[in-house]
């Protein structure tokens, strides 16, 4: 699977966060497969570049043209100069198609109280629940390693492989917003959390009030680090009440990984579709 770097507006970890609780890490598989491409000849190969690296693997096959049957069934015709771009994505989804299998721990859903809102064609995984009058909503993304992370102080002392066993065992950071709403036309409550390994790490608290005049700038309060550590600790057992716990965390990282596979193999399909189409 194809794994993209997801950035979100969301602030990135900071090592000095309050952390709900914590997990050690297990290894995320991002994996690029050669099997995948088919190879072509040499002639179609300057559509990709140059002949070197990744584009190497599409020397020596036949240039037969393909058209998927989803996409042959709609009447779409292609030139002949897409050919080879055509043939790469139908092994690329044939290869996706082949391997998948919907995750065995998936099938029983999210925690308890808590149902998903699927929506196709987006990164995010959204999340509902009640929680004693209150709606409350969780949208979650894949954040950016490198925000999340930052470079200050990593790897210091440690090899070059030293540092690339310790990247391939870090779990990718969640950007999550919650947002609590208690009654129509009142302020939402909003929050901002980094989920690192099943550690939930608030970033941000904020009220979001329709009535700040237009013109004017809303206060959205202080940074969340330097709030008294006892009110940072009660705003942690507020989001644990409602059932922000690790497991949670675990469901979201392990349903916004198979949701982003899902969502490769239908951009592969919308791919080809829009390739053929006159």
Same mark, same amino acid.
């Given at each position: 699977m194809y794994r993209g770097v997801v950035t979100r507006s969301l602030s990135a970890v900071t090592r000095s966060s309050r952390r709900i609780s914590s997990a050690a890490p297990s290894r995320r598989l991002h994996h690029f497969s050669s099997q995948r491409l088919p190879s072509c000849t040499p002639e179609i190969a300057p559509v990709f570049g140059s002949t070197s690296g990744k584009a190497s693997l /599409?020397? +020596?096959?036949? #240039?037969s043209r393909w058209i998927h049957p989803s996409f042959a069934a709609r009447g779409f015709a292609t030139s002949s100069s897409d050919a080879g771009l055509l043939k790469v994505l139908k092994a &690329? /989804? &044939?290869h996706e198609e082949q391997d998948y299998e919907p995750p065995e721990d998936l099938k029983e859903g999210p925690p308890a109280e808590w149902t998903v809102e699927e929506q196709g064609g987006t990164i995010d995984a959204v999340l509902r629940r009640a929680y004693q009058g209150e709606a409350i909503s969780v949208v979650a993304a894949f954040a950016d390693d490198e925000d999340a992370y930052g470079n200050e102080g990593e790897g210091e002392g440690e090899s070059e492989e030293e540092e690339e066993e310790a990247e391939a065992e870090r779990l990718t950071p969640l950007s999550v917003r919650v947002t609590v709403t208690k009654k129509a036309e009142q302020p939402e409550l909003e929050i901002d959390c980094v989920v690192d390994g099943n550690s939930w790490i608030i970033q941000d608290? #904020? /009220?979001e009030d329709a009535e700040v005049p &237009?013109? +004017?700038i809303p206060y959205g309060g =202080?940074?969340?680090s330097t709030l008294d550590p006892v009110l940072q600790e009660q705003?942690?057992?507020f989001l644990r009440r409602r059932g922000?716990? =690790?497991a949670l965390a675990d469901y979201l990282r392990r349903y916004l990984e198979d949701k982003e596979q899902r969502e490769y193999v239908r951009w592969l399909k919308r791919l080809g579709a829009f390739v053929v189409q006159k």
């Open positions: /599409l020397a +020596g096959c036949n #240039r &690329e /989804l &044939e608290v #904020r /009220l &237009e013109d +004017g =202080p940074q969340f705003f942690d057992s922000f716990s =690790p």
